[in-house]
């Protein structure tokens, strides 16, 4: 497959899988036995759509969208944007209603048209600040 044509792909799973939910996208464009190199995220297609829907299930509503784009051989760069509002529990703690939007990095290597290796790395800490998660002013009560 060509730079571009990862390239569309890497934008379709981001934007339509994870920014829509559309789970179907993760069936066309992610290997069955995709390798995650995220900390804490399994990999292959299921480790794929548990993330959408763990994700989806936190933030209501919640977008994740392409900002910039690089392509350097089969490897596939995006600088994204996650957007939500946490209505879902987190880690055992009850949701605050309080909106985040971060920065995330992600970078995908692809054989064949399909995505077959990915490197993410969110601003976790910036979610949490944001939404009210860690001690300080503003920060939802610890259990």
Do not use: Y
């Not at 509503?61 to 784009?69: A, C, K, R």
Request: charged share 25%; net charge negative; with cysteine.
């Amino acid at each position: 497959m060509s730079a571009e044509q990862n390239a569309a792909s890497f934008r379709r799973l981001i934007e339509v899988g994870f920014g829509k939910g559309d789970l179907g996208v993760v069936d066309e464009v992610v290997s069955p036995d995709c390798i995650e190199r995220q900390r804490g995220l399994k990999g292959g297609r299921d480790g794929v759509k548990d993330t959408i829907a763990t994700l989806r299930g936190w933030f209501s509503p919640f977008s994740l969208t392409v900002e910039d784009l690089a392509v350097d051989g089969d490897k596939v760069w995006g600088r994204c944007r996650a957007r939500g509002v946490n209505t879902g529990s987190i880690m055992g703690r009850p949701p605050t209603g309080q909106p985040m939007e971060i920065d995330v990095i992600d970078i995908g290597r692809f054989e064949g048209g399909m995505l077959v290796e990915h490197w993410g790395v969110p601003d976790q800490l910036g979610m949490m600040s944001q939404i009210g998660l860690l001690p300080g002013r503003g920060s939802a009560p610890a259990r």
